[in-house]
């Protein structure tokens, strides 16, 4: 018997993550990205309709969002079951800075979304090739928390329009509501009833109709797969709904003709004053957009046991944005609910992103017909059921009773997105996020230690019972030393040994300490001399291997008046053994 021959590989370059996964690519995994994609392409269409329809463009761009982006992603992204295509709060973010810049002109406006896609492509690309994975951790879990929610209650506000077939404007919750104020004799009662019965048939269809397919012979993974396409359903029969009881004649409005056919591939125009202008937000939308799609990927991955690389997925966003503004979108990420069922659905690579792409293209060329008829109603209702899912307005009490700082942070990025818009609400909790962390670093817990009877351990005066010395005072700094804290420890402790006249050593325990930079470096030597002014003998102990050597390039363990111990235990045996009760 011959040896089975090797199995060809597209010769892609080692440098490309989509070679990886297919090296290993399997026969069989054929069928599961096939099936997947299936799904995928069925939940999709809808979706990019309707974030098309959140971003104020036409619905075709929805499309024309989730063909190359996919394509894109799977070539260069690390995940194997994302799904990227547009999603609801990037299309938010789109919108109101497309709008702000845009002035009422639609060209405009049109040109600033596409811009959107190329600059948060472009920054996307680039800070993957300078491994800037880590700015992720630039944005704290309170203040994306504190956005996603607000956002979700303004994008489910802005969506009342269609609900109630008025015309709404603003891009602030008082806004919106203000305008719904001064427009609600205007209401479309037809539109009312198609909406309202939309919602509630999405809102039953998350847990009624997978209950009430659990009860069939369908496995709970299927059942929860067909209740997610539940919108699918719910846009057939609106649709058959407008078509059949011409509900246009009684001011349903609906999607309209949608070109059908692909886009052409042509970046846009440069105008110099729009994309600078639209800088800032396009490094926003990046970045929350980074945000949200690898905390998706990550939770997918670790369910394989799979590793995401973030700076690889900086790079695959990014190809996918640029993607996306060649072939005439707007800016996309990595979303949720899509990359949930294409992982339920047994998605194993990539190849189901690119299958998915080839149904939105097949999609875009053949079928665009068929959603003529699409009330308006039901992509804001898909929206606002969807948006709902992120809203987590507790979170805003758990995060306050743990950490009043990010639970203030929290509340000020809700405050600016929901009253200020969402740029400036992102920015507020960056901003009020960082200057929280420099208060509570600047004014650092100091704990006077004692020894435990019987043992080697220091714990503080206040929570145990401990042997103090009389004339060390040991403390213990549970805080890293910088710029911010450095004047204001130096303080502490020279006030403390000024109102204890009988402590001639002060000892550091520095277990806690990860970091001293120049600042507090000059504050040490500072309270060096102070404390050798006043009789005191300044020393240290446990500090650790990287700031012992960064203290080693300095002249201040010549200088130091007292000595830096490995242990504090050996501190307090060298400098008043008396104090101490012996180990056990």
């Given at each position: 018997?011959?040896?089975?021959?090797p199995?060809r590989?597209l010769?892609?370059p080692?440098?490309?993550?989509?070679?990886?996964?297919?090296a290993e690519?399997?026969?069989?995994?054929?069928?599961?990205?096939?099936?997947a994609?299936?799904?995928?392409?069925l939940?999709?269409?809808?979706q990019?309709l309707?974030?098309?329809?959140?971003?104020?463009?036409?619905a075709q761009m929805?499309?024309?969002?989730?063909?190359?982006p996919?394509?894109?992603?799977a070539?260069?992204?690390?995940?194997?079951?994302?799904a990227?295509?547009?999603?609801?709060?990037i299309?938010?973010m789109?919108?109101?800075?497309?709008?702000q810049?845009?002035?009422g002109d639609?060209?405009?406006?049109?040109?600033?979304?596409?811009?959107?896609?190329?600059?948060?492509?472009?920054?996307?690309?680039?800070?993957?090739?300078?491994r800037?994975?880590?700015?992720?951790?630039?944005?704290?879990?309170?203040?994306?928390?504190?956005?996603?929610?607000?956002?979700?209650?303004?994008?489910?506000?802005?969506?009342?329009?269609?609900?109630?077939?008025?015309?709404?404007?603003?891009d602030t919750?008082?806004a919106?509501?203000g305008?719904l104020?001064?427009?609600?004799?205007?209401?479309?009662?037809?539109?009312?009833?198609?909406g309202?019965?939309?919602l509630?048939?999405?809102f039953?269809?998350?847990?009624?109709?997978k209950s009430?397919?659990?009860?069939?012979?369908?496995?709970?993974?299927?059942?929860?797969?067909?209740?997610?396409?539940?919108?699918?359903?719910?846009?057939i029969?609106t649709t058959?709904?407008?078509?059949?009881l011409?509900?246009?004649?009684a001011?349903v409005?609906?999607?309209?003709?949608?070109?059908?056919?692909?886009?052409?591939?042509?970046?846009?125009?440069?105008?110099a004053?729009?994309?600078?202008?639209?800088?800032?937000?396009?490094?926003?939308i990046?970045?929350?957009?980074?945000?949200?799609?690898v905390?998706?990927?990550?939770?997918?991955?670790?369910?394989?046991?799979?590793?995401i690389d973030?700076n690889?997925?900086?790079?695959?966003?990014?190809?996918?944005?640029?993607?996306s503004?060649?072939?005439?979108?707007?800016?996309?990420?990595?979303?949720f609910?899509?990359?949930?069922?294409?992982?339920?659905?047994?998605?194993?690579?990539?190849l189901?992103?690119?299958?998915?792409?080839?149904?939105?293209?097949?999609?875009a060329l053949?079928?665009?017909?068929?959603?003529?008829?699409?009330?308006?109603?039901?992509?804001?209702a898909?929206?606002?059921?969807?948006?709902l899912s992120?809203?987590d307005?507790?979170?805003?009490?758990r995060?306050?009773?743990?950490?009043r700082?990010?639970?203030?942070?929290m509340?000020?990025?809700?405050?600016?997105?929901?009253?200020?818009?969402?740029?400036?609400?992102?920015?507020?909790?960056?901003?009020s996020?960082?200057v929280?962390f420099?208060?509570?670093?600047?004014?650092?817990?100091?704990?006077?230690?004692?020894?435990?009877p019987?043992?080697?351990h220091?714990?503080?005066?206040?929570r145990?019972?401990?042997?103090?010395?009389?004339?060390?005072l040991?403390?213990?700094?549970?805080?890293?030393?910088?710029?911010?804290?450095?004047?204001?420890?130096?303080?502490?402790?020279?006030?403390c040994v000024?109102?204890?006249?009988?402590?001639?050593?002060?000892?550091?325990?520095?277990?806690?300490?990860?970091q001293?930079?120049?600042?507090?470096?000059?504050?040490?030597?500072s309270l060096?001399?102070?404390?050798?002014?006043a009789?005191?003998?300044?020393?240290?102990?446990?500090?650790?291997g990287?700031?012992?050597?960064?203290?080693r390039?300095?002249?201040?363990?010549?200088?130091?008046?007292?000595?830096?111990?490995?242990?504090?235990?050996d501190?307090?045996?060298?400098?008043?053994?008396?104090s101490?009760?012996?180990?056990?």
């Amino acid at each position: 018997m011959s040896p089975a021959s090797p199995r060809r590989r597209l010769p892609l370059p080692s440098w490309l993550p989509a070679s990886r996964w297919l090296a290993e690519y399997q026969r069989r995994d054929l069928s599961a990205d096939g099936l997947a994609a299936v799904i995928v392409t069925l939940m999709l269409i809808p979706q990019s309709l309707a974030y098309a329809l959140l971003a104020g463009v036409p619905a075709q761009m929805g499309l024309y969002a989730s063909i190359l982006p996919l394509v894109a992603y799977a070539l260069f992204g690390s995940s194997r079951t994302l799904a990227v295509g547009p999603v609801a709060v990037i299309s938010l973010m789109t919108a109101a800075a497309a709008g702000q810049v845009a002035g009422g002109d639609s060209a405009t406006f049109l040109l600033a979304t596409t811009v959107l896609a190329l600059l948060s492509g472009l920054m996307l690309v680039g800070m993957g090739l300078l491994r800037l994975g880590w700015v992720a951790n630039l944005l704290s879990h309170s203040v994306i928390g504190g956005f996603i929610s607000a956002s979700g209650l303004l994008i489910a506000a802005s969506q009342l329009k269609h609900l109630l077939g008025i015309p709404l404007h603003g891009d602030t919750l008082w806004a919106l509501v203000g305008s719904l104020l001064a427009q609600i004799g205007r209401i479309q009662g037809t539109t009312v009833i198609l909406g309202l019965l939309t919602l509630a048939f999405l809102f039953w269809a998350r847990s009624g109709l997978k209950s009430l397919l659990a009860r069939t012979r369908l496995s709970a993974s299927a059942a929860e797969l067909v209740s997610k396409a539940a919108p699918v359903l719910a846009v057939i029969l609106t649709t058959l709904a407008v078509d059949v009881l011409d509900l246009q004649r009684a001011g349903v409005a609906t999607v309209g003709a949608i070109p059908g056919g692909l886009p052409g591939l042509s970046l846009p125009a440069f105008d110099a004053g729009l994309w600078r202008a639209l800088l800032l937000p396009a490094l926003l939308i990046s970045l929350i957009g980074f945000v949200e799609s690898v905390s998706v990927a990550q939770t997918l991955a670790a369910k394989r046991r799979q590793r995401i690389d973030s700076n690889a997925e900086l790079t695959g966003l990014g190809m996918a944005n640029l993607a996306s503004a060649v072939s005439g979108g707007f800016p996309v990420t990595g979303g949720f609910s899509r990359s949930v069922v294409n992982f339920d659905a047994g998605a194993r690579s990539p190849l189901a992103g690119i299958l998915t792409a080839m149904g939105i293209a097949l999609t875009a060329l053949f079928f665009t017909p068929w959603f003529q008829a699409l009330p308006k109603a039901t992509l804001a209702a898909t929206i606002i059921v969807a948006v709902l899912s992120l809203v987590d307005l507790g979170a805003l009490a758990r995060t306050w009773r743990y950490s009043r700082a990010d639970g203030l942070a929290m509340a000020v990025t809700m405050a600016g997105v929901l009253l200020m818009g969402v740029e400036v609400g992102v920015i507020a909790g960056v901003l009020s996020s960082l200057v929280l962390f420099l208060w509570r670093t600047g004014q650092p817990h100091v704990a006077e230690l004692g020894q435990v009877p019987g043992t080697e351990h220091f714990r503080n005066v206040q929570r145990h019972q401990v042997l103090v010395s009389a004339t060390v005072l040991s403390l213990r700094v549970d805080e890293s030393l910088y710029f911010a804290n450095a004047r204001h420890l130096q303080d502490q402790i020279y006030d403390c040994v000024m109102q204890r006249p009988q402590i001639r050593h002060v000892v550091l325990l520095c277990s806690a300490v990860n970091q001293i930079d120049a600042s507090a470096l000059d504050s040490l030597e500072s309270l060096n001399q102070r404390l050798g002014d006043a009789g005191v003998t300044l020393h240290l102990s446990e500090v650790k291997g990287p700031v012992m050597d960064r203290l080693r390039r300095s002249p201040f363990p010549e200088h130091l008046h007292g000595r830096i111990f490995l242990t504090h235990f050996d501190a307090l045996r060298a400098l008043d053994p008396a104090s101490l009760a012996p180990p056990r």
